[in-house]
């Protein structure tokens, strides 16, 4: 089945270090790909997306992600964390072949310590 | 500005009531789309509709049900048939299958 795995339910890292939050999908064919945030008791917020482009997306906030197609992954990454970006990451994938549904990784919780 | 609204922000629900969420957007997509959120899980697909008059059952619709009557309104009732309803729920629309964009949700409390 296809899936979406995001390594590690919660990660805790100082403010001003670097920030990498892991996901992994489930497929041959290279789907399309998203980063969304969530702050507590809000909806989600589309950090990034990709879409075929380029590999190395840049999205909002100073994050970015990398599209690896040889890994089945597509880490997000921010240089150096700051304390307003505690919050809840979501991965999700969208296959080509499925044209509306989403599929969510079960999140990724940031700790950001001062 | 354009967005997309949910409506109450919190719900209670007694047993064996039927409550209804609103979802209403002013972006002119023509794709809305109901997900639940629980602690420590991934969003999950309920309900999800293409165009006015159409909808779709997702992963988890038992207990639910919807209505696309207007492109812009999407509501979504929680029955009493579903037993666990609570959860943070989520509506989202996009421009056919692009990019989906979300609401601020709504919390389902069980009294």
């Known amino acids: 089945a296809q899936s979406v795995t995001q390594l590690g339910s919660h990660v805790s890292v100082s403010e001003g270090a670097l920030v990498l939050l892991r996901c992994n999908y489930s497929?041959?064919?290279?789907?399309?790909l998203f980063w969304y945030v969530q702050y507590p008791n809000q909806g989600l917020q589309l950090l990034l997306k990709?879409?075929?482009?380029?590999?190395l997306v840049k999205g909002i906030n100073g994050f970015e992600a990398e599209f690896k197609k040889s890994e089945t992954s597509f880490h997000l990454t921010k240089p150096s964390a700051h304390m307003s970006d505690a919050a809840e990451y979501f991965c999700a994938v969208k296959w080509r072949d499925s044209s509306y549904k989403l599929i969510f990784g079960s999140g990724t919780r940031l700790l950001v310590r001062p | 500005d354009g967005g997309i609204t949910q409506s109450p922000k919190y719900l209670f629900r007694k047993e064996g009531q039927n409550v209804t969420l609103s979802c209403e957007q002013n972006?002119?997509?023509?794709?809305m789309y109901w997900y639940r959120q629980d602690p420590g899980q991934g969003l999950r697909l309920i309900y999800y509709?293409?165009?006015?008059?159409?909808?779709q059952k997702g992963d988890i619709a038992e207990g639910y049900s919807v209505s696309r009557e207007k492109k812009e309104s999407f509501p979504l009732t929680v029955t009493s048939a579903q037993k666990n309803p609570t959860a943070f729920y989520l509506c989202?629309?996009?421009?056919?299958?692009?990019?989906?964009?979300f609401g601020p949700g709504t919390r389902l409390l069980v009294l």
């Open positions: 972006l002119n997509h023509d794709a």
């Open positions: 989202a629309s996009s421009v056919g299958g692009e990019t989906q964009y």
């Open positions: 990709y879409t075929s482009a380029a590999t």
């Open positions: 497929s041959s064919v290279p789907p399309y």
């Open positions: 509709s293409q165009i006015v008059n159409d909808f």
